[in-house]
């Protein structure tokens, strides 16, 4: 019988009383690996509680002490890397280079938060009037929770949960419902730290559940990561019900090629980021913009380079592509395909009706190119969330920048050239919150924050790095007065 996903709930394993479940998919064999339990909001009550009462406890734990367990973490999550890449490959497809990165990423994330005791510090004045000192401190915000993708299950979440405990809070998570095996992982690792009961706690379900976290009023913080529609829903149903909150949201990431750019190094760079974990990254290249003679010359290269790519099962030495999530995934990908066709544009290679041998029942779409995307179509402002390029063309950087600017996305955008004087004005006038040059997928280390912008972020302070510990902490402004005459002689 199928394993049906517990739950994780005041530092104990529960079975969910849910009455629906969903099936867990390896998207290489489409075999069953699980089911996800689709929690109830009673389940989500009782993990709120537990969060809320072990709060006051772990909030008075002195931050050096918190840290501690994050180091333990660290050792365990090193010791079990295999496994939980593995994993990550077996339920979301992307190759094991790609889900052994993947786990890095997060670990950094726990090596950073570790940071906290100093990163958390505010800051004073004296004298700020005669006798008068003003203090600023943080303090943790209470009970915490994150609602994640199914694209990165394992680093995701790792954007926030170190932070936010390292700083004193509670925490919640709800993974994807299409890729909750690699935090199941997680949570026994974390069970083994020893940290109190109710730190930490694990939901699992889809959109009702998280609309639960949304809704409950012991939760005080939320970060999300997924899809634009969701984010927005999201960031105005926590807010409206007085919570912060931090959203990311989807991407339409636009790279640019001048004609002096290295054009061997670019190929490489442009179809890693393009076909890498199948497309399905939020820092995917979607659209590159060539400009002049880098029309033809990139053009080639990246169609060859496309066309060559190896495709398959993730856990197979030499493969260098896996498939899309799920079979509806697949079948949007080439619908769309297909409207680029109608719009105008060249499938120049065509990944559609992909058959891997041996993997007959996956969900794979090869490396498709498609030149002359014409602007303002469908094609140039939708997220494909697949390994599909889509070429367009500007005569100068300038009109290169305004294709750039003209989409609603806001997620990253990258420029290849090798003159300082245009990567400085792409940087300068680049609307997207994380800018590559000569790099393909921006994507900040764990001290940097991750930057989106516009309609691919909504709020203010993102994950990881300063933004994630002033996101998890409230500022307090103490101003304190002593007069002189009360310093009697002790
Ligand atoms: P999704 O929006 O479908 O789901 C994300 C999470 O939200 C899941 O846990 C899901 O159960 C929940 N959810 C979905 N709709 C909801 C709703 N209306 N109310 C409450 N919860 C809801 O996203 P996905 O398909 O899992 O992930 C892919 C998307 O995530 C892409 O658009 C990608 O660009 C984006 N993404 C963005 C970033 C970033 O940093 N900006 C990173 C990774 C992925």
Known sequence: MTEVLANYIGGEWRRSTARETLPVLNPATAETLACVPLSPPEEVDAAARAAAEAFPGWRRTPVLERVQYLFRLKRLLEEQFEDLSRTITTECGKTLAEARGEMRRAIENVETACGTPVLMQGYNAEDIAAGIDAFLIRQPVGVCAVIAPFNFPGMIPFWFLPYAIACGNTFIVKPSEKAPLTMQKVFHLLEQTGLPRGVVNLVNGAR??????????LVRAISFVGSTPAARHIYARAAANGKRVQCHGGAKNPIVVLPDADLEMTTRIAADSAFGCAGQ????????????????????????????????????EGVEMGPVIRAESKARIERLIGVAAEEGARVVVDGRGARIRGYERGFFVRPTVLDGVPPGGEIARTEIFGPVLGLMHADTIDEAIALV????????????????????????????????????????????????????????LHGQGRDAIEFFTQEKVVVERWPREWSRTF
Not at 302 to 315: D, Q, S, T
Not at 429 to 441: D, F, P, S, T, Y
Request: net charge neutral.
């Open 281 to 316: 990254r939020c820092l995917a290249a979607s659209l590159a913009i060539t400009v002049g003679e880098a029309r033809r010359t990139f053009g080639e290269a990246i169609a060859a380079e496309a066309a060559r790519r190896r495709v398959g099962y993730g856990l197979e």
């Open 208 to 217: 009702q559940t998280a609309e639960a976290i949304l809704d409950h009023p």
């Open 405 to 460: 600017n003209s989409g609603a996305y806001g997620n990253m955008a990258c420029l290849f050239t090798s003159s300082g004087a245009a990567a400085r004005k792409f940087r300068y006038e680049a609307e997207a919150g994380n800018i590559g040059i000569n790099v393909g997928v921006a994507a900040p280390v764990a001290s940097f924050p991750f930057s989106g912008a516009r309609e691919s972020f909504f709020g203010d």
